[in-house]
């Protein structure tokens, strides 16, 4: 994408004013974007997203500039500009490039360019169609789907020089149930770090069905009642709350700072002890997964925490500095339009040994979320929400009548000590994460748990 | 390769390949950002980009390509993808390129001044947040979030049939976090200010501003569940429209997408509800002379005394409502094809002071909400979100709340506004619109907590 000697004379410019670490990252991608509004082709639109960012590092301060002028003289134009913030002499590091190894974790088999637009259309219509004569109450049906390419280079002064290729496809399914006046909504989506093999009829239409039946459910769903008590939450995107709840707050970015309430307690019990989490960038063909991340570095599987106990952070760089501590693969970024920062990738409770049964039929009372929505976190407080997209009241052990518009609120050191069940069948869902890095694909996932008590806001 | 030459050459090929008519939108940011913690800049970046969106009339429908490259490889890819794009369209919408259009009305959006106050001048004023936001309380433990950026925008619109509009616009944003921690608590709060000119960056009261908020929450805890009047603070308030602000979009109606459908010219909110679109606010930062597809900008009022009077229209979706656009085309990005979105879209105030708003026997001040991504269905209206605030009992705030929820329906809302207050405010920027509000009183919200 660019060669070695301008990648070093870049990193040297970087280095003029006294910086002691320098790096470039170029990216090359393509995109391609198709909706669908009842089943109509709505808008399709592809793109070329292509620039480089340079970042310095002077001690424990970052620096950084991006451009889409990848000629020689315009970057290093810009590393001698971002560069003039460092009032310091040149340290003469020497930069020696070596070509990192890499083993392809995420093979592809089939590119995105491999397939007609008329193919991925069809794609979208078996969906939505699925999804349309799911029910009469279906009354619109969206669709959208997405592909992309994005080629990667990272070189940095430490004598990194890597590639990658992440190749990321998605397809989801909106749909809208009318009934009694009211419109309700469901949706659900496939998507992974693989190409077009990951369609065939057979998952497109469960995911047109599953977004009906949702819908369909939600319209005549009661509104839901408010206050105190259990939760249990299915598995896959039901994760969203380790993601919440403590996820974030285990990012270097807060940690290193001490804004983050999981500061200061690594080698502590802070969760109980049915939890142990997981964040996994190695997941072969993972949503979040990568063959090498944004800083050039391999991904790892991190154990954050084992059994309750606090045994990791998540650590980019920059963070490694900060904390005197080792990265553990977490640089990540939305593009060369930001410099990277400690993220998740794919994030999971692991496995328990609980049955859903087991799980449901010791529960007294409380809100069975089949599946959530996003939510968002203050990693200064924990206080962190999350939206019930399909709920249900448990009551003496079963699962009743079907709730609509909860949320779940907590602060995360106290949820993760309240999990006293977690389940045997883990399972992700494909979140888009948003930071200060921006916004980038993660996994969420989890068997069912159980949360033994947590403010359920509702509308009753 | 230069822009001109770049698009002449783009037209020549895409007429070659039978596109009817052709517009690029282009736009050029420049941008500036640093931070401060603990008395150093630990964040500090630099940016020139650039994009261009090709988009064109192939067989009657729009075809979008767009590329950050201005080369050879690009005009043919733009074409190619753009011809590819819009074979595909099946949408029967009758979609145009519009020819140049008179009565544009230009704004003050630039100022060259903000430019010139070097970097240094606002990396000190950062610092200067941050002491003087330590040494207003000794709670204060740090600032999580001590951030100046400015932002310098060019966009430029020119067709096949003679279209040639360009608008320069900057902005100086300060955003402020702090924390704050007592025993075991907590707390963080926030101050933004969105400004032309530098003057307007005053780090005393933005400190006080950020403090304040802060240390105001200590003590806070969760209220019974139970129905309360509702008093959202403007910001709030502003958030709230925000996040529902795509029911005022014309395609959503036109799609069966919004709950305001075949609400035209009846009553949609309280009496004492005005809604406004104005691109030439005074004080506002979405001014614009012209929307995304060149149309002049308009004022458009939504709601007037509680009836819903108008969409938000493009070309596209005012063609097939038979009327003209309100101006209010939008492009995310150059990556993004048309749609739609409001300029300074708000609520009018009124003379109401916040005192009057509060001035009830039990009520609930909501000042902080979360979750507006998640926790808000703006095709079912249904929202519940994890809120902060404060607890009113006999006309005067008597403490902190939080781990609460605030819950109800868009359409509700809008009709049990009892009081519109007289403290419109911008809230955080978020999408591509800006949104104010003033103080607003809703007679009953469900509020969950212990």
Known sequence: MLNESIVKEVLQAALSTGGDFAEIFVEDRHDNHISMIGEKIETSNAGRTYGAGIRIFNGNNSIYGYTNDTSRENLIKVAKEVATSIAGVDKNLGIDLVKKCTTVINPIKIMPNEVSKNQKIDWLKIAANEAKTYSKEITQVTGRYMDYVQNILVANSEGVYAEDQRVRTRLNVGAVASANGEMQTGGQDIGAHLGMEIYNDEALKAIGREAARVATTMAHAELCPSGKMSAVIDNGFGGVIFHEACGHGLEATSVAKGTSVYTGKLGQKIASDVVTAIDDGTIANGWGSFNVNDEGELPTKNVLLENGVLKSYMIDKLGARRMNMAQTGAGRRQSYQFAPTSRMTNTYIAAGESTHDEIIKNTEYGIYAKRMGGGSVNPATGDFNFAVLEGYIVKDGEIKEPVRGATLIGTGLEVIQKIDMVGNELAHGQGMCGSSSGSIPAWVGQPMVRVSEITVGGRK | ?450
């Open chain 2, 1 to 450: 390769m230069e822009y001109q030459v770049f698009v002449d050459k783009l037209f020549e090929l895409g007429k070659k390949e039978g596109f009817s008519d052709m517009e690029v939108y282009f736009q050029e940011d420049k941008n500036f950002q640093a931070t401060v913690f603990n008395q150093e800049v630990d964040k500090f970046s630099i940016s020139e980009v650039a994009g261009l969106s090709f988009r064109g009339l192939s067989n009657g429908k729009m075809g979008y390509a767009y590329t950050e490259i201005l080369d050879d490889a690009s005009i043919d890819m733009l074409v190619r993808e753009a011809k590819a794009n819009a074979a595909a369209i099946e949408s029967e919408d009758k979609v145009d390129i519009a020819a140049p259009q008179t009565g544009y009305q230009t704004i003050d959006g630039y100022s060259q001044d903000l430019g010139l106050v070097s970097k240094a001048d606002k990396i000190e004023f950062l610092k200067k947040v941050e002491e003087e936001a330590k040494s207003l309380d000794d709670r204060v433990k740090s600032l999580s979030y001590n951030l100046f950026m400015e932002t310098e925008g060019e966009i430029r619109i020119a067709n096949t049939k003679g279209m040639n509009l360009s608008e320069k616009q900057n902005l100086g944003i300060a955003y402020i976090n702090v924390l704050a921690v007592s025993g075991e608590e907590n707390k963080t709060g926030h101050a933004l200010v969105l400004d032309r000119d530098f003057k307007a960056f005053d780090y005393k009261a933005v400190a006080k501003k950020a403090v304040e908020e802060t240390v105001s929450q200590f003590g806070a805890k969760p209220v019974a569940s139970k129905s309360y009047p509702v008093i959202l603070k403007n910001e709030c308030a502003g958030d709230l429209l925000g996040a529902f602000s795509s029911v005022f979009n014309a395609e959503n109606v036109q799609k069966d997408l919004s709950l305001m459908k075949g609400k035209l010219a009846e009553a949609v909110a309280s009496d004492l509800v005005n809604l406004i679109d104005n691109p030439f606010m005074d004080g506002g930062y979405g001014n614009r002379s012209f929307d995304a597809e060149g149309t002049p900008a308009k004022r458009t009022n939504l709601i007037e005394k509680g009836v819903l009077t108008s969409f938000l229209h493009n070309n596209k979706t005012a063609l097939k409502d038979g009327i003209e656009s309100t101006g209010n085309a939008s492009k995310g990005s150059y990556k993004s094809s048309i749609g739609i979105s409001a300029s300074n879209l708000y609520i009018e105030p009124t003379k109401t002071t916040f005192d009057e708003l509060i001035d009830l026997e039990e009520a609930m001040v909501i000042t902080s909400l979360q979750g507006l991504h998640s926790g808000l269905n703006p095709i079912s209206g249904d929202f519940s979100l994890a809120a902060n605030g404060f607890l009113v009992e006999n006309g005067k705030i008597s403490r902190a709340v939080d781990q609460i929820t605030v819950a109800g329906n868009l359409k509700d809302l809008l009709l049990n506004i009892e009081g519109v207050g007289n403290d419109l405010e911008f809230s955080l920027p978020s999408g591509s619109a800006y949104v104010a509000s003033p103080s607003l009183r809703i007679k009953s919200l469900a509020i969950a907590g212990e």
